[in-house]
Structure formats: C-alpha cells, structure tokens
C-alpha cells in the first residue's frame, strides 16, 4: 500500500504561484483554457495567448514539468503523456491603504487657502488673482 502511494505521488508535479500582481479574475480565464489539457498543448496555448495572466502561468507550467522530470530522472517527456490535472486561483483580499498621502496639488491648494484667508497671498499669487 505504501508503495502504491509513492509510485502515484511520483506522477504527480505540483508548482505554486503567490503573490503575483495579476488579478484572480483574469488569472482564471487563462487557467481555465489550460485545465485537463496535455502538457506540450498547454504550452502552446499559453505562448500564444495575447493575455499577461498566460505569461505568469507559461512559467509555472514550466516548473511545474522541471519538478516532475526531477522526480522521474529514468522518464523523458516526450516518451509520457502528462496532462494539467488540477489548475487553481485564489484570491487573497487586498490591503487597502488610507488615503493619508495628498499629492502636491492638494497640499498646494491648501497652502493657498490658509495664506488667502490670513491675508498674506504672495504678490505672485495676488498678480495671478488680477489684484495688482
């Protein structure tokens, strides 16, 4: 039984993926054209696809065949007929960062409310009003 277990373990290549920029949407719609399709088909798809997501996934596919030939040294790819078994997207929720940060036109149009309302506008900022 146990040896069962390791020979089936042996077939079976996993890679992983984190923290990519792609969003999880987007991700899937490439993962789902490559799900239980043969590996060298795969990789064509993934080449030719015109989406960003295939470019990440090309490459954990690419893995994914590097961990399996590391496992099965005595075996050559092309002799076996692999397939993509199981292809999954998570989403993790994403960090929302405060607005606390203004950009210089904000911090400038602030400036120049508290100098209008104390009264003391430079003499450029007077000339740009038409005052002078």
């Not at 993926?17 to 792609?22: E, K, N, S, V, Y």
């Not at 692999?82 to 904000?106: H, P, Q």
Request: glycine content about 4%.
């Amino acid at each position: 039984m146990a040896e069962q277990m390791k020979a089936a373990k042996k077939q079976v290549a996993v890679a992983s993926l984190r923290d990519c920029p792609t969003s999880p949407r987007k991700m899937r719609i490439v993962a789902d054209t490559v799900r239980g399709v043969e590996v060298n088909k795969a990789l064509e798809l993934l080449r030719y696809s015109k989406k960003e997501a295939s470019i990440r996934l090309e490459k954990l596919l690419r893995s994914a065949i590097a961990n399996w030939e590391a496992k099965n040294p005595s075996e050559r790819l092309e002799d076996t007929k692999l397939c993509v078994k199981e292809i999954k997207v998570d989403g993790k929720d994403v960090k929302k960062y405060s607005n606390g940060i203004k950009n210089a036109e904000d911090f400038v149009r602030d400036v120049y409310r508290e100098y209008k309302e104390a009264g003391k506008l430079p003499k450029a900022a007077k000339m740009l009003e038409g005052e002078e």
